[in-house]
């Protein structure tokens, strides 16, 4: 059974940063694409960044320069590290494995204050 989990989020000021982590157990983590995701409020269910086996990312217009994905497959750890943030970032953060496709964690709610 495939679980990913994860944590990071919170409330934090325009212009600050956070981490996001997402651990995976129950899959082969080396082998999948890893994605971030993110639900804004009234929004739909967005694609943030990804990294595939080959540690190739690819991030939305919206937060290149700003966010960064990588990876540990020391640790099947996946994580978004998010510079600059603004109101427009706020919004519950899911990370999920392209190879599973049931694969949802609980998501970690970002807040940015102005």
């Known amino acids: 059974q495939v679980q990913l989990v994860e944590s990071g989020g919170g409330l934090v000021q325009v212009g600050g940063s956070l981490r996001l982590s997402c651990t995976a157990s129950?899959?082969?983590?080396?082998?999948?694409?890893m994605v971030w995701y993110r639900q804004s409020p009234g929004k739909q269910r967005e694609l943030v960044a990804s990294?595939?086996?080959?540690?190739?990312?690819h991030y939305d217009n919206s937060v290149k320069g700003r966010f960064t994905i990588s990876r540990d497959n020391t640790k099947n750890t996946v994580y978004l590290q998010m510079n600059s943030l603004n109101p427009e970032d706020t919004g519950v953060y899911f990370c999920h494995a392209l190879g599973y496709p049931a694969s949802w964690g609980q998501g970690t709610q970002v807040t940015v204050s102005s």
């Open positions: 129950g899959m082969i983590f080396t082998a999948n694409t």
């Open positions: 990294i595939n086996k080959l540690l190739n990312t």
